[in-house]
């Protein structure tokens, strides 16, 4: 079995494209419509795999409140960096560099819909 790819409903289409390509580093690969009144975008480089579905109420099981319970993990050269990125976008990230492991660190932030995304960085 392989992975194939995360799907997350979101609000402003626009606005996750910007946040997953300016601060996690992945390109557009297609953007297309997904039937009457939703759209997607599939984000991705090399195996990693984002579907971004945004939709009219109704479309999907809106009982489930967006962005909860979901984390998606990227490994990446400089938390620091990424941190400078977060807070110079004005995205929600509460700064805090986590060390649960020798050679291991990273922090969370909030996508533009409340996804909880967190850059690894493994020494």
């Known amino acids: ?18 946040f997953y ?7 557009v690969k297609a953007r297309q419509p997904a039937g009457p009144g939703a759209e997607l975008a599939f984000m991705g480089d090399g195996d990693t795999l984002v579907e971004l ?3 009219k109420p109704g479309f999907y099981d809106e009982s489930k409140e967006v962005g909860n ?9 400089s938390l620091e960096n990424k941190l400078s990125l977060l807070r110079d976008g004005g995205y929600a990230t509460d ?7 020798p050679g291991m660190q990273f922090l969370f932030a909030k996508d533009p819909d409340g996804y909880n995304v967190q850059f690894i960085a493994k020494q």
């Open 69 to 77: 319970g979901v984390a998606l993990g990227f490994v990446v050269n």
């Open 21 to 27: 390509q300016d601060v996690v580093g992945l390109p």
């Open 53 to 55: 579905l945004c939709a």
């Open 95 to 101: 700064g805090a560099i986590a060390s649960p492991a």
């Open 1 to 18: 079995m392989k992975f194939c790819h995360t799907v997350l409903v979101v609000k402003d289409l626009d606005a996750s494209i910007k």
